[in-house]
Every structure is written in structure tokens, then in C-alpha cells.
């Protein structure tokens, strides 16, 4: 513990900087020259597995011993199959409409994680359930319409309490249906409330990514003086098997949102300097454009720009001599650069839109979210290493 202290001591300023800050707070200056050059020409596949401790003979000795280190220093994570926990675990799959706003990862722990709390509850005859820091209300949602059990949804957050009554009222609709007439569906209540005491938080949640009363719980984390921020905390969440699976294309993905929520900051600090302050969550926008817009392209491979053409970026000047061809490790013409910069450029202005939908801001021309897309673009193939170096030094 004492070595993994000094670590992250050593490395806090890397792991408090937060991606959305990328450009704003130009991020790739914390990081070693050297590095980034190494790493900026480096395929995806060998990025991808970087968080796992991957290193490459070719890399600079300071930073494979950055890497290995770092992997040396990593807490165990390995999961135990529900079914050793509980033999004879039913896991009931969960519908299109119940698992609406969910992933795929999510949709897996919610899955299993209902199966283990209703087979729980069960065995000890208990006839309600209290999920204490509910969140969406995911978890008391699938409890409720899945497995039929009165669910009590505790979250400190009012969002949270209005998103998941009005999720319920949704899925309600479509279980009314199936039921008999006049029976009774057990729909959970969202109750909001304030964390009163952190003993009380510590023994019926673990709340390590919201809220940090009661960390550590560790006797040796206390002893070493060891504080996370959220930044940090967030970052633990973070699998670095996850991306080892990710295919080249769905990582390219995951790092253009990066980029576009970086850059979104940039528009917010230029025209819009208060809200900016805030730090401003814009929600599941980068998802949900992900999902509607990016696998799209994936699956047309660059068919054609969309509304803002490749003459427009001409007309704009811009000026590509600078910029290395090296994108994501492939190498590139220009006239393909041109055609993949418009289309991206596209996607940011659509992730923008939704953005300012969802913070209630006014409206930016096209020209001047073009400028800011084309200050930041010769560093955005940074910003794709950015996340992998701090995330395995947790």
C-alpha cells in the first residue's frame, strides 16, 4: 500500500486532470515529450492494450517502466461467478423496454445483480427492498417489473428521483398491458433524501465514484495519508480489460467522443464563460451520438461527408501541412484526411446541438465551432493516449 501511495503521489497532477480538459487546459504538456511522440505514432491495437501493462520494446525506457510499474502495483479484480455464491442462480434477461438507456455492460450487471438481490431476498423471506443510492433506478426497476418485488429507491439526487419516476411511468405503460385487469404493479418509489452520516453510508453502499465520506475504508489506505479526488475515483472505474476487447473501430469511436467533449468545453469557455465554471454534466449525449451516428459510420466506412462538404473545410483554409498524417496509427492521404476531418467535424457540431439542448444554451454559427474544431484538431491525437496513462496507475 505504501508503494502504491507513493505512486499516485507522484503522479496526482496526471491523474486529476480530466479529459473534458484536454484542450482547454492543454493536457499534453503534463505529459513527456518523448512519450507522446512514441505514442502518437502507435497503432490502436498496442494502445489498446496498454492499460493491461503491454509495453513494446521500441518504447522509451522511462516509459515501459512507467507501464510496468504501474501493472506491478494494481489491486487484484478478479470476479467471483454468481453462481458460487448462489447455486442454482436463475438470471432472468431483461426486455428492450425495461433495459431502455442501458448498455450492454450495464444491462449485464443489472441482470445479475437482480437475480442475486431477489433470490436474497427470497431465501430470508424479506418482502421489501431499499436500494440506498438507487441512482436511474435501473436496478429497482428491474426488481420491481421483473421479478415483481415492492422496491423503495433511495438517491441523495432530485435528477436522479425525477429521471427514474418518469422512466417508471414509461415502463409501467407497457407492463399495464400484459397484466390481468385491476392487478396491483409493484412500482418503486423514489424517495430523495441527504447523506446524514457517513457510517451509515459506509455500511449499506459503496459509494466510491459520488461521494467520498467514509474513504477510506482501509485501515492501511488511512495510515497512508492516501486521498482521492472525484477525478481520480472516476478513473478507478475504469476496466482495463474493457478496452483490450474493444475492437479498432469501437475504440476510434470512444476516442473521437473525447474528443468532441473536450473540444464542446472549449465552445462553452468561448461563449459561454458562466456555465463553463460549472462543469457542466451534458448527460449520455457522447453515447447516444455514438450509438445513432458513429456506428453508422463504421458500418458505411466513409461514404461521403455529410452537410458541411469537403469544399467548405477548403474554403476555410484548412491548413493541413502541419498536421501529421499519422492519425490513430494509419497512415493517410490528404484527400482522406479532408474527407474524414469533414465528417468528423459534422458529428461534433451534431454533438454540440445536443449539448446546448441539454445545458438550455443558445445556438453557435457553424463558422466559429469550426474554428474551435480546427484549433484543436492538430492535438487531438492526443488526447487518445491521455485516458490509458492515467488509467492504470489506479
Keep these: 500500500m505504501d508503494a502504491l501511495a507513493d505512486f499516485i503521489r507522484r503522479h496526482r497532477p496526471l491523474l486529476e486532470a480530466h479529459v473534458?480538459?484536454?484542450?482547454?487546459?492543454?493536457?499534453w504538456e503534463m505529459v513527456d515529450a518523448e512519450w507522446m511522440e512514441c505514442l502518437r505514432r502507435e497503432p490502436v491495437e498496442s494502445l489498446l492494450k496498454?492499460?493491461?501493462?503491454?509495453?513494446?520494446?521500441h518504447w522509451p525506457r522511462t516509459l515501459q517502466e512507467f507501464v510496468l510499474t504501474a501493472r506491478s502495483l494494481v489491486l487484484p479484480r478478479m470476479q467471483k461467478s454468481p453462481d458460487s455464491l448462489i447455486p442454482d442462480l436463475h438470471v432472468a434477461s431483461i426486455g428492450t423496454v425495461l433495459a431502455q438507456g442501458m448498455n450492454l455492460k450495464k444491462k449485464h450487471e443489472i441482470e445479475s445483480l437482480a437475480a442475486m438481490v431477489h433470490a436474497i431476498a427470497k431465501s430470508h423471506g424479506a418482502r421489501t427492498v431499499v436500494d440506498v443510492g438507487s441512482g436511474q433506478g435501473y436496478l429497482a426497476q428491474a426488481l420491481s417489473f421483473e421479478y415483481r418485488l415492492p422496491v423503495v429507491a433511495i438517491d441523495a439526487s432530485s435528477h436522479h428521483a425525477s429521471v427514474t419516476?418518469?422512466?417508471a411511468e414509461r415502463i409501467k405503460k407497457h407492463y399495464a398491458a400484459k397484466c390481468v385487469e385491476n392487478q396491483q404493479l409493484n412500482i418503486p418509489r423514489t424517495v430523495t433524501c441527504h447523506v446524514l452520516s457517513s457510517d451509515t453510508l459506509a455500511a449499506v453502499t459503496l459509494d466510491a465514484c459520488k461521494d467520498d465520506n467514509g474513504f477510506?475504508?482501509?485501515?492501511?489506505?488511512?495510515?497512508?495519508d492516501l486521498m482521492l479526488g472525484k477525478s481520480i475515483r472516476d478513473l478507478a472505474c475504469q476496466s482495463a480489460e474493457r478496452w483490450r476487447s474493444l475492437t479498432k473501430d469501437i475504440a476510434v469511436q470512444n476516442f473521437d467522443i473525447h474528443a468532441f467533449r473536450a473540444a464542446f468545453q472549449m465552445v462553452l469557455e468561448n461563449f459561454f464563460p458562466e456555465i463553463s465554471k460549472l462543469s457542466p454534466s451534458i448527460g449520455r449525449q457522447g453515447k447516444a451520438l455514438r450509438r445513432q451516428k458513429l456506428q453508422k459510420i463504421v458500418e458505411s466506412q466513409m461514404k461521403s461527408a455529410e452537410n458541411v462538404s469537403y469544399s467548405t473545410l477548403k474554403e476555410q483554409n484548412v491548413n493541413m501541412d502541419g498536421v501529421d498524417t499519422s492519425i490513430y496509427g494509419v497512415e493517410t492521404r490528404p484527400t482522406d484526411i479532408y474527407h474524414d476531418e469533414c465528417r468528423k467535424f459534422s458529428l461534433f457540431r451534431d454533438y454540440t446541438i445536443s449539448g446546448f439542448g441539454r445545458l438550455g444554451c443558445g445556438s453557435v454559427e457553424d463558422a466559429s465551432l469550426l474554428e474551435i474544431w480546427k484549433g484543436v484538431l492538430p492535438f487531438a491525437v492526443g488526447l487518445s493516449k491521455h485516458p490509458f496513462l492515467c488509467h492504470f496507475v489506479i
Design 20 to 27: 473534458v480538459n484536454f484542450f482547454k487546459d492543454r493536457l
Design 50 to 57: 496498454l492499460p493491461s501493462g503491454c509495453v513494446q520494446e
Design 165 to 167: 419516476n418518469a422512466r
Design 216 to 224: 477510506p475504508m482501509s485501515k492501511a489506505a488511512k495510515l497512508s
